[in-house]
């Protein structure tokens, strides 16, 4: 499996513009988590999914953010609008269940967000 | 919610040992993980300890746990070059319901200097 995949890599986008952010986790993972990792917060989790279902969103900071699972392959994270105090790093991780032998937390590359 | 603290920033000479610390404040989570971030990366799970445990080792990695004071530590040993990233420490009880959701803590920098 090629890993948690992250698209795009990079975002350079202006102050009020939508922003898309997609995530396909490693097949056959129940659990989808999104991070945003800033250098004043660290690593917050946003939201979280099992089996594509939104189970605690209570990080997502605004109602400017969104996001979404519409299947077990694909997830999108979106700020409509975004401001500059959204940039940062966003994570996607997924993971297979729930017992310690399968935790782990596999982690995308990132997409860094910056919102001029 | 859990709060987890960890130092910024460790500097270490090639071939030392390193000590990464952290303090947790949910005595409930049940493991207890770290995690390493190289550069343009994401994190990658190192190791991890279960609550009941007070150490584990796994080659180059010790992993110290002191439930009484609430405090992680991981020791590097013979560090090298490559060991330069961020280390995050974090806390989790898996369920069904929830599945492992992870509060982190703030990283720790590791450089190491030749």
């Known amino acids: 499996d090629a890993g948690v995949i992250q698209s795009p890599r990079h975002e350079v986008t202006e102050m009020g513009q939508e922003v898309t952010l997609r995530c396909k986790p490693i097949?056959?993972?129940?659990?989808l988590f999104w991070y945003r990792q800033t250098m004043m917060r660290g690593l917050e989790l946003l939201i979280y999914?099992?089996?594509?279902?939104?189970?605690?969103d209570s990080g997502m900071p605004e109602d400017r953010f969104s996001a979404k699972m519409p299947n077990a392959s694909f997830s999108t994270l979106k700020i409509q609008p975004s401001e500059p105090r959204d940039s940062a790093v966003y994570f996607c991780?997924?993971?297979?269940?729930?017992?310690?032998?399968?935790?782990?937390?596999?982690f995308g590359q990132g997409t860094r967000l910056t919102v001029v | 919610g859990e709060d987890v603290e960890q130092s910024l920033f460790l500097s270490v000479r090639e071939g030392d040992s390193s000590v990464i610390n952290c303090t947790y404040t949910?005595?409930?989570?049940?493991?207890l993980y770290w995690y390493k971030q190289e550069p343009g990366a994401g994190l990658q799970l190192l190791t991890y300890?279960?609550?009941?445990?007070d150490m584990k080792q796994d080659q180059r990695l010790t992993v110290l746990l002191n439930k009484k004071d609430k405090h992680l530590s991981l020791r590097i040993a013979d560090t090298q070059t490559g060991d330069s990233a961020i280390y995050f420490c974090?806390?989790?009880?898996?369920?069904?319901?929830?599945?492992?959701?992870?509060?982190f803590g703030g990283g720790t920098r590791v450089l190491v200097k030749p």
């Open positions: 097949s056959g993972h129940d659990y």
């Open positions: 974090a806390g989790g009880t898996p369920s069904k319901a929830a599945g492992n959701k992870l509060t």
């Open positions: 949910d005595s409930s989570s049940t493991y």
């Open positions: 999914f099992n089996n594509n279902v939104p189970i605690d």
């Open positions: 991780a997924s993971s297979p269940g729930h017992n310690i032998m399968n935790t782990e937390a596999f």
């Open positions: 300890i279960f609550s009941n445990m």
